[in-house]
């Protein structure tokens, strides 16, 4: 399924997305818009908004503003030189989750490398906000690699979220080439840094596929990410945004994706979701309620 010249592979069927302009759909679309917020879900342009804001009327915010300091050749969010940060912004995502009435929220963030402790602080903030104003909802976080700054990761890991996420993306060997300024162990180092700081933390991970990799190398990064005690693991298949972001090699088919579920949980990932349209924050909720669920039998046993 891969193609030797530039010619883009046609999208198997299995990647036909239904679309949903329901009225659900556009309250989401107007509440975000009117408290000048934005969602990774638009600017990653992802295959699933319409499931997510028309069905379960749900939405990954993106926080620190829609500009990004790195140039991930993945990666749809715009390039350049960030605003400031917004100290107003914190309120404004937890208002939004109280209105929407939310059980489970994510909040992620452009990469900040301009700022000192990386948009910690505001992201930190954001997760506290959510807790007092909307205290039944759980607060996922998808934070950068915060250039691997401990005291960075310590001022998020110290507003306890429910799940404390980042992401590796791809395998070692196609980091350098597909991640701007980014680092697979910088990425490992994040995550073992909050579990050796909260122990109890619940730590996620996700790769894309599609872009080169082979199943040896998927199968070593979730042996590298169940060393450091990664709880969570999502694989999903990498779609390219534009013809000017990295092309996909192969198109990984349903059956693939069910196998290397298995490989996760025989690894002893607590849970794992895998499939073509899988992104990071996909079925967020529900993948927080089954993990609970996963742990109380694992302590019961």
Same mark, same amino acid.
């Given at each position: 399924m891969t193609t030797a010249d530039n010619t883009p592979l046609r999208k198997?069927?299995?990647l036909r997305v239904r679309l949903s302009h329901t009225? /659900?759909?556009?309250? @989401?679309?107007k509440l975000i818009e009117g408290q000048n917020l934005h969602t990774v879900c638009e600017e990653a342009m992802c295959p699933n908004i319409h499931e997510c804001w028309g069905k379960h009327k749900t939405a990954?915010?993106? =926080? %620190?503003g829609e500009v990004c300091t790195r140039c991930c050749r993945f990666c749809a969010v715009q390039t350049g030189r960030p605003a400031p940060p917004d100290p107003d912004e914190p309120q404004r995502v937890a208002d939004s989750v109280a209105t929407m009435k939310l059980a489970h929220v994510v909040i992620t963030m452009v990469t900040r490398d301009d700022l000192p402790d990386g948009g910690a602080r505001i992201l930190a903030d954001t997760v506290d906000a959510i807790h007092a104003t909307a205290p039944d909802c759980s607060v996922e @976080? %998808?934070? /950068?690699?915060?250039?691997g700054k !401990? $005291? /960075? =990761? &310590?001022i998020v890991t110290a507003s306890a979220p429910a799940i404390n996420s980042h992401n590796i993306e791809t395998v070692r060997r196609l980091t350098q080439q597909i991640r701007s300024r980014s680092d697979y162990d910088r990425s490992l180092s994040y995550l073992e840094i909050v579990k050796q700081l909260d122990p109890a933390a619940v730590t996620k991970s996700s790769l894309m596929l599609g872009l080169g990799e082979t199943r040896d190398e998927i199968l070593? /990064? %979730?042996? $590298? %990410?169940r060393r450091i005690d990664v709880d969570v693991v999502n694989l999903g298949q990498y779609l390219q945004p534009t013809r000017a972001h990295a092309p996909v090699v192969t198109y990984w088919t349903p059956e693939a994706f069910d196998d290397l579920k298995q490989e996760a949980l025989a690894r002893g990932f607590a849970y794992c979701e895998s499939g073509p349209l899988v992104r990071s924050s996909y079925h967020a909720g &529900?993948?927080?309620t089954a993990f609970l669920e996963s742990a109380r *039998? !694992? *302590?019961e046993s």
């Open positions: 198997p069927d299995w009225e /659900s759909f556009g309250e @989401v679309k990954t915010f993106m =926080i %620190l @976080v %998808l934070s /950068s690699d915060l250039m !401990r $005291d /960075s =990761i &310590a070593t /990064s %979730l042996d $590298d %990410l &529900a993948q927080y *039998r !694992r *302590r």
